[in-house]
């Protein structure tokens, strides 16, 4: 403020303190300015037993608030051709994750898997699955004809070969029937069952095929086309995407009269948009980070905000382990190994380390470790630790009239550092960032130990001891609710 109104700093901080002073009286021990121009402000001890108080009268609802936005959330959306991969781990896990903080802070959350049921991939590898079946034909397998590499190519078409005994061959012939078999063995068989595993559950599945079906897809273009944003050149129909700050127009429909990719995706978004929701939000790959404009200028196109729709670019995940991962589906590691290996609760932690725009060293070795070098095992064990407390402790009675007894520096440390949880959510929500309930956590569990060292919690005051157990209730809400909205189950 200091260069725009032409004043010491110290004179403002100080203008500024006699009226924080005045409205702050009930809430701070004393407020002080220093130089060259900073305000401190000492919260309260009673102000801090207060909201403990307020916790443990009302569990985590303390943190909650109530946006109540409709949004939906838009991940993983992997093409229905095979098992999930480690790749598509993390978008799966960062997607139901920031589902979770979002419907904790009050949203109605629709969780969608935008299915590519449609076009060339569909094809190729229902073509693959009717070759593996030439021996039911009385041919040989032409394996040069094969574009999908995989075990798993074999087992759709096991499964496929069990089926034809109650199907004429001929109707399996059908490249249609083909192709609806082959979605629906990959989703229950792989996807579904991966994300089972993982405790992710979508509640929506948006087909593209029906999106074409039902010509939306044709419905859209002639939306753009009545507002003078489409046209011809070289056979193929472009829309005029440069109108709205794209780098160049994007064909819709090509010469051979074949949509791209892009002309379902305006009708998708479309579609969202029609049904209502407050917030569009998308996980894409690094790979989509060029798509991003375009997007957005179709939105725009059809009279909407571009801010209306959110993209989050996740970035890839590499492995580090001593041990060797085998790779069952050809030229990737599958989702389920890494599951089945771990477990869910540290593959959901591990692959929430970091921001979504840096890479990932999923590191196998440290997931597994039983000692404070492993993030997850240091959170857990102030969980196991607290539940000990407990279990030891005379019966507690959780009455908050005993908390005004907590006055040790140690004390109102601790409890200053749980009630930062509601800055951490804020934190969360705004960037959409996962990671920082992490790193809230390691610091909640740092702030827990140091605050062990040095207090002992069963006290021969038996109202302190009240006192404490009272805190250490705060805690334990806080870590459990943190590690739910991680997806993770806290131990006893």
Not at 97 to 105: G, M, P, R, Y
């Given at each position: ?439 809230y956590l390691k610091s909640l569990a740092s702030s827990f130990h140091k605050f062990y060292e040095k207090v002992r919690v069963i006290d021969e005051d038996k109202d302190l001891t009240q006192a404490r157990l009272n805190l250490l209730k705060g805690v334990k809400t806080v870590f459990h609710c943190g590690l739910g909205l991680l997806g993770i189950t806290p131990v006893e």
């Amino acid at each position: 403020l200091a260069s725009k109104l032409k004043k010491n700093p110290q004179v403002i901080a100080s203008e500024i303190k006699t009226y924080l002073e005045k409205y702050l009286a009930a809430d701070v021990d004393k407020i002080e300015v220093i130089k060259p121009g900073f305000i401190n402000l000492f919260i309260s001890s009673k102000i801090l037993t207060d909201s403990l108080n307020k916790i443990i009268k009302t569990g985590d609802k303390f943190f909650s608030s109530k946006e109540n936005k409709k949004v939906i959330i838009e991940f993983l959306s992997a093409n229905p051709t095979g098992p999930l991969s480690i790749a598509h781990g993390r978008q799966a896990i960062v997607g139901d994750t920031i589902a979770n903080i979002l419907e904790f802070l009050g949203n109605k959350v629709t969780r969608e898997y935008y299915l590519n049921d449609a076009g060339r991939q569909i094809k190729l590898i229902a073509d693959d699955v009717h070759e593996f079946l030439a021996p039911t034909r009385g041919k040989e397998i032409d394996f040069s004809k094969i574009n999908y590499k995989g075990e798993y190519l074999r087992e759709i078409a096991d499964m496929a070969q069990g089926e034809l005994a109650s199907k004429d061959l001929n109707e399996y012939s059908e490249q249609s029937n083909r192709e609806e078999f082959v979605i629906k063995y990959v989703l229950q068989n792989y996807i579904k069952k991966d994300l089972d595993a993982l405790g992710i559950k979508f509640d929506t599945w948006f087909s593209q095929k029906k999106l074409i079906d039902k010509k939306l897809v044709e419905k859209t273009i002639s939306t753009l086309g009545k507002k003078g944003l489409m046209y011809e050149k070289d056979g193929a129909l472009w829309f005029s995407s440069t109108k709205f700050g794209d780098d160049k127009d994007r064909v819709i429909k090509k010469a051979d009269g074949e949509l791209t990719y892009f002309a379902s995706d305006i009708a998708y978004h479309k579609d969202k948009i029609g049904r209502k929701f407050d917030e569009l939000i998308n996980l894409w790959g690094p790979d989509h980070h060029g798509y991003i404009k375009r997007v957005k200028t179709s939105i725009q196109a059809l009279g909407y905000s571009q801010d209306l729709l959110k993209i989050i670019i996740v970035q890839l995940v590499t492995l580090t382990t001593k041990e060797r991962m085998s790779k069952r589906a050809g030229t990737f590691v599958r989702l389920s190994e890494l599951t089945e290996d771990l477990g869910k609760d540290a593959t959901r932690f591990y692959y929430l380390t970091r921001r979504n725009s840096s890479h990932l060293e999923f590191d196998i070795d440290l997931a597994k470790k039983t000692s404070f070098d492993n993030p997850l095992y240091y959170i857990q064990y102030v969980c196991a630790r607290i539940e000990s407390i407990f279990k030891k402790a005379p019966k507690a009675s959780f009455n908050t009239k005993f908390s005004i007894l907590l006055k040790e520096e140690e004390e109102l440390n601790l409890l200053r550092a749980l009630l930062q949880f509601t800055y951490c959510l804020e934190k969360a929500r705004s960037s959409l960032e996962p990671v920082f309930v992490i790193e809230y956590l390691k610091s909640l569990a740092s702030s827990f130990h140091k605050f062990y060292e040095k207090v002992r919690v069963i006290d021969e005051d038996k109202d302190l001891t009240q006192a404490r157990l009272n805190l250490l209730k705060g805690v334990k809400t806080v870590f459990h609710c943190g590690l739910g909205l991680l997806g993770i189950t806290p131990v006893e």
